[in-house]
Structure formats: C-alpha cells, structure tokens
C-alpha cells in the first residue's frame, strides 16, 4: 500500500528497534547522532498543518519508523507544556509509536501496557474538548483507536520473536488539510 507523505524531509536510514540496532542518538553510528534535538514551537489544533515536526512525524509512523515518530512527537508535547488537549492527543500518539516499538522488541506486556494508556488518553481528550469528536489535528480519532486495536491483539497473542519484523499496519494516519 503506498502510504502517504505530508514533508519533504527524508526518512532515516532503518527504524530503531532497541538492542538490535545502533540507537539513533547516543550511538556514533546512530542515523541522529550529533543532530541538535529540535525545539519546535507549540503545535496549535487549528494551525497543526503549519507544524513541520507533526507532519513527520506523521510520515516516520506511516513509513515503520516508529521510535523516530516518537522522538519528533515528544517534541511538540515538551513544547505543548504536557498539559492539555493538544498535549493529551500528542502523548496519545507517542504512547502509541512506543507500543509500536514494544511489538517489534517482542515485549508483549510492554505493547499492551502503552496502548491501554493509549485509550486512556483518547478517552481524556475527547472528555477535553469536543474537537476530538471526530478529528483532532488533522487525523481521525477513529484511526488512531483502531491502530491501537491492532496493537493490542498483537499483545495479546503473547511474547513475539525480536526484533519482530511486523508488518505495516493495516491502516495509516492520513492528515485531512483544511478548505
């Protein structure tokens, strides 16, 4: 399936999978390594098409490169203040990218831990405000919740083999630009 692109900037050289791969950052083979860790500005719901952090981060999820997703995410939430809505829906994506990675380490529990958190969230962001009704910042709330589904039945099956070359998940976050 071709998966959609929302930046120009290049995907990384592999996916980090920890203790099977260089990791990114501490590593001097790392495919981050030296990079200065980016400060973005808050990510605003109604501008979120603005914020080039968010929308590769977007791009790493949909491409497999879940850590990098999470590392591009965790950004946006410093910068958010870790609080409120928009601070709730980026840890709502982190928590989910992490059980991503958990998946792929083969560390069932550790899946099942994030994504359970992950409908926590979406449950506190849709009782934060009603533009989570359908769509926050762009993506679907419903596809988000539906990745985590994904996640958890994975989990539930029990230890997988690591690193675990999962496949592509079955769905994508796909970003709906305004009019």
């Known amino acids: 399936m071709e998966r959609p692109r929302y930046t120009e900037r290049p995907l990384p050289p592999y996916s980090y999978v920890p203790r099977h791969a260089p990791h990114p ?4 083979l790392g495919h981050m390594y030296g990079h200065e860790k980016p400060h973005p500005q808050p ?5 979120w098409f603005e914020s080039d952090e968010y929308r590769y ?3 790493l999820f949909n491409h497999g490169f879940y850590w990098e997703a999470h590392e591009a995410w965790e950004s946006l939430w ?3 203040g870790r609080r409120g809505p928009t601070a709730i829906w980026l840890k709502a994506l982190i928590k989910l990218a992490a059980a991503v ?7 069932s529990i550790g899946a099942l831990r994030h994504a359970l958190r992950v409908q926590q969230l979406l449950a506190e962001l849709q009782t934060a405000t009603a533009d989570a009704a359908h769509r926050y910042c762009g993506v679907e709330v419903a596809v988000v ?3 985590t589904r994904q996640v958890i039945v994975v989990g539930e099956r029990g230890p ?7 496949a592509m998940l079955k769905q994508c976050l796909e970003l709906d630009y305004p009019s």
């Open 25 to 28: 950052v501490s590593n001097p």
């Open 43 to 47: 990510l605003d719901p109604d501008r």
């Open 57 to 59: 981060g977007i791009d």
């Open 78 to 80: 410093l910068a958010a």
């Open 101 to 107: 990675v958990k998946l792929r380490e083969g560390s």
């Open 145 to 147: 919740a539906e990745l």
């Open 160 to 166: 997988l083999p690591a690193p675990h070359s999962l």
